[in-house]
Each structure stands twice: as structure tokens, then as C-alpha cells.
């Protein structure tokens, strides 16, 4: 086992992940920005180093200044937390050429995934349903007419470097094509510098259910069950929850089979998510794969009792995963509470929190590093905290979800707690039967 774990992120999975790591008897060391040195990662951390000012780039991206830090404290793991340099390739790689375990994809693994044309290509010849469309990478505008006119429109058009909907157009007619086509290359090209596109049939309406799986180093994988995202806003997801309404324990072995499968193939190891698109029928389809622990990990956490950050750290350092399955005992929900103000576009929000109260009692997990008198900065990501509420069934979690919404104090900023107290009363959440497209059609004026 590691003695000593570098966290290379902030906020709360940095606290997610030092907290684990105590239960471990596994030191830690916390890296932080000139903004950060009174978050609590800091303090609750064994020991904590400085690498740069504010700015992301100059600090939590600065792979030098990280590299430094573990160096000189002598750790001999980095876990990433999400986002930051997580599915980083060139990171993955630099911290195995210094012998220093991540804690994550391979520099291998993360490019293959990173290329969603690739991974896409990847999972079909690994027998997992994908969407009908281009195989690879289009040459021209005049081959992805002709595959757009032989499956039928509306299609869309996606940047293989792409994710999270950036470079991404939609075509309901044979018309729009060459103007979506140049605009996707465009918008691809500068926000990546890599204009690759592909093609494929529109799914409308569908659901967003992801597959959380586990690798070790000896080819096993296990899958936990899904994940339902459908509930999101410009591609940033406000709530998750699983067991998802529309999964019966046949489409879940399915699309847990599947997703182990897919993992199987490119011989993953650590945590990761093979999220899928699901059509009103029942039909899945490979979408793509993250190579990193979630935001939203949490959710599968209540329902299966299985710790995903420990067995993350436990494959890392070599130990096998059983190659068993997990299916939900519980059900649970999570709201993302921001630092937003949900009746002006989700404006950032951010500055001092005069007065904090988290609610409590049975069924409640908070994930959170803020605390009365914090000042969240400016310059990252808008989340401060994780309800993550489990019950026995569906309606329990969202009347618990509600009554702690209402519990939860913050004062001095405006967040998403409004939008999420509206959202446990909506007929059609509350239903269970929406899709992708339900907030698209949400009134955020009163709030
Ligand atoms: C799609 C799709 C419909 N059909 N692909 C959005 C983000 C990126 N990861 C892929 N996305 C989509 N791909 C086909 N062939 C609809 C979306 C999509 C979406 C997917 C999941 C959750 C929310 C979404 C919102 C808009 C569009």
C-alpha cells in the first residue's frame, strides 16, 4: 500500500479523497493556490504545499509545480480528483516515468478514450452497441451527406477531441449540412486544435444513463450500476440518481455487461464511467468513457456500501477487484448546490458565506469544504457541495431530498438550492419520466 498520497485538486474531493485516505492509514499531501490556503484540504491534510497563484493553469494545472511537490514530500502516489489534470495523458505518463503511481487511466487508456471517434471504433469491435453512423472520422462534407441521406435525418455532428457538447451541431436537413459542418470544424478547431468530425443518427429524447465499472491490474472488471444524469443544463448535470426510473434488472445487466465489456477491451484499470444514451424504446448506445472518479460518485457509494475513492487507491496499488457486480440496495439523489443564482442563468455567484447551517439526520450525506465564513474564489468550478440523500424508495429520497433542502442555510451568496427545492416538487421529476430535455422547458424565472 502507498504511504503517502499527493491530492493534485481542491475543494471537496480533495477532502473527499484525504478523508479516505485517514480511514487507510495512508498520509497525505494537499497542493494548493494562493486562493486556497484557508480551504480546508489544506488543514485537514498531513501536510500541504503551495504551487502558484490562482489561476488554474498556474497551479492546479501546473504539472511541474505538482510534480515538484510530490517529489519533495516524498509521496509515492498522485490521486487527481475529477477535472483538473485527471484524464491528462501527458500527466498519467510524467508521473509513471518519475515513479510515481497516479492514481487513474493510463497515459494509453486516456488517449484512447479521449478520441471519441476512436473510442467510439474501440467499443464496437468490442461488441457494445454504439450509435449508427460514420465509422471513424469523415473525409469530406460530401460523404457525410451521403451517410446522413442514407440513415434518414435529423443527424448530428460531433469533434472526435470534443465532450460536454462543445463542437457539436445538430443537422435536421440535408440544407443545413455544409453550414453545421464548417461551423463544428471551426468551433472544434480552436477550442481543441484538433477539427476532427464524425457523424451520427440523432437520438431524440433520449435518457442519460451512465455505468459505473472498476478495473484492476489483472483484467478484471466490475460494473456498480448506473447512474441517471438526464436532469441537466447546458451540459452541466444538477442532479443524479440511481437506480434509474426506466432501468428493469434486465436493461441493467445488459448495459452493466456491456460497459465491462467495453472496459475489458482496452484492459482498464482504476475507476470509470461508460456513460450511454437511452432511446424510448429501450435501446442503449455507447456515447463515451470517462477515465476518472465522478462528481457524482457518491450516489453509487449509499446504494451499493462500496467506497469507489478506497478501491480506486486499493487497484492502484495492486490489489485485485472480486469481479462480482453490484446492484442497488437503496436509492439515492444527489443535487449539485452551486454557487449560482439559478434566476439569473445560473450566474456565478461567488464571495463570503456569512452564516452556513448543512441539514442532517437519517439518510443525509453532505460532500462539501465550505464552512461559515469561507469566501469561495472566483476562479473555479461554482459547486461548494454535494446533498447526496438515500432512502428505501424513490418518493422517500425526494421528500427527504426536499425537507433537507430546506433544512440547508447559506447565506451571503446565491445558490441552486431555489431550483432544486422547485425541481423535488415538479410533477413531471417526480414522475421519473423525462429526458435529456426536461429543463430545456423549466421555468427558472421565479426563482
Ligand atoms: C447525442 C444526442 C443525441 N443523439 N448524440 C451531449 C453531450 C455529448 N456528450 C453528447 N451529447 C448528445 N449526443 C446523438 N447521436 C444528444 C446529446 C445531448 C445530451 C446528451 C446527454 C445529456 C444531455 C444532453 C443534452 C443535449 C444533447
Redesign the pocket.
Known amino acids: 500500500m502507498f504511504k503517502k498520497i499527493l491530492i493534485a485538486n481542491r475543494g471537496e474531493i480533495a477532502l473527499r479523497i484525504i478523508r479516505t485516505c485517514r480511514e487507510m492509514g495512508v498520509k497525505t499531501v494537499a497542493v494548493y493556490s494562493t486562493a486556497d490556503r484557508d480551504s480546508l484540504h489544506v488543514r485537514f491534510a498531513d501536510e500541504a504545499v503551495c504551487i502558484g497563484p490562482p489561476a488554474s493553469r498556474l497551479s492546479y494545472l501546473n504539472i511541474q509545480n505538482i510534480i515538484s511537490a510530490a517529489e519533495v514530500t516524498g509521496a509515492d502516489a498522485i490521486h487527481p480528483g475529477y477535472g483538473f489534470l485527471s484524464e491528462n495523458a501527458e500527466f498519467s505518463q510524467i508521473c509513471a516515468d518519475y515513479g510515481i503511481k497516479f492514481i487513474g487511466a493510463t497515459a494509453a487508456q486516456i488517449n484512447s478514450m479521449g478520441d471519441k471517434a476512436t473510442a467510439k471504433a474501440t467499443m464496437r469491435t468490442a461488441g457494445v452497441p454504439v450509435?449508427p453512423g460514420s465509422v471513424g472520422l469523415l473525409d469530406s462534407v460530401a460523404q457525410g451527406k451521403e451517410l446522413a441521406a442514407e440513415m434518414g435525418y435529423p443527424v448530428?455532428l460531433?469533434a472526435t477531441a470534443g465532450?460536454?457538447?462543445r463542437g457539436?451541431r445538430i443537422v435536421t436537413k440535408e440544407d443545413e449540412f455544409e453550414k453545421a459542418w464548417n461551423d463544428a470544424r471551426q468551433e472544434s478547431g480552436a477550442a481543441f486544435g484538433n477539427d476532427g468530425l464524425y457523424l451520427?443518427?440523432?437520438?431524440e429524447e433520449?435518457r442519460?444513463i451512465e455505468i459505473q465499472i472498476i478495473g484492476d491490474q489483472f483484467g478484471n472488471v466490475s460494473h456498480l450500476s448506473e447512474r441517471d444524469?438526464?436532469i441537466?443544463r447546458r451540459?452541466q448535470k444538477l442532479v443524479e440518481e440511481t437506480p434509474s426510473p426506466i432501468i428493469t434488472p434486465e436493461l441493467r445487466e445488459k448495459m452493466g455487461d456491456a460497459a465491462v465489456k467495453g472496459a475489458r477491451a482496452i484492459a482498464y484499470e482504476g475507476a470509470g464511467t461508460v456513460?450511454f444514451?437511452v432511446d424510448k424504446h429501450g435501446n442503449f448506445f455507447f456515447?463515451?468513457m470517462n477515465t476518472r472518479i465522478q462528481v457524482e460518485h457518491p450516489i453509487t457509494e449509499e446504494v451499493t456500501d462500496f467506497d469507489l475513492i478506497k478501491e480506486q487507491i486499493k487497484v492502484a496499488a495492486g490489489e485485485p477487484v472480486s469481479g462480482k457486480n453490484y446492484t442497488p440496495k437503496l436509492f439515492a439523489m444527489e443535487c449539485r448546490i452551486n454557487a449560482e443564482d439559478p434566476g439569473n442563468g445560473f450566474r456565478p455567484s461567488p464571495g463570503k458565506i456569512t452564516n452556513l447551517h448543512f441539514p442532517g439526520g437519517h439518510g443525509i450525506r453532505i460532500d462539501s469544504h465550505v464552512y461559515s465564513g469561507y469566501t469561495i474564489p472566483p476562479n473555479y468550478d461554482s459547486m461548494i457541495a454535494k446533498l447526496i440523500v438515500s432512502g428505501q424508495s424513490r418518493e422517500e429520497v425526494i421528500t427527504r431530498m426536499k425537507r433537507a433542502l430546506q433544512e440547508f442555510v447559506i447565506e451571503g451568496i446565491k445558490t441552486t438550492i431555489p431550483f432544486h427545492i422547485k425541481l423535488m416538487d415538479d410533477a413531471g421529476f417526480r414522475s421519473g419520466n423525462f429526458t435529456?430535455k426536461f429543463l430545456e422547458g423549466f421555468d427558472f424565472s421565479d426563482l
Open positions: 450509435i448530428i460531433k465532450g460536454g457538447g457539436m451520427e443518427k440523432f437520438v433520449p442519460h444524469c438526464s441537466q451540459h456513460e444514451l456515447m463515451e435529456t
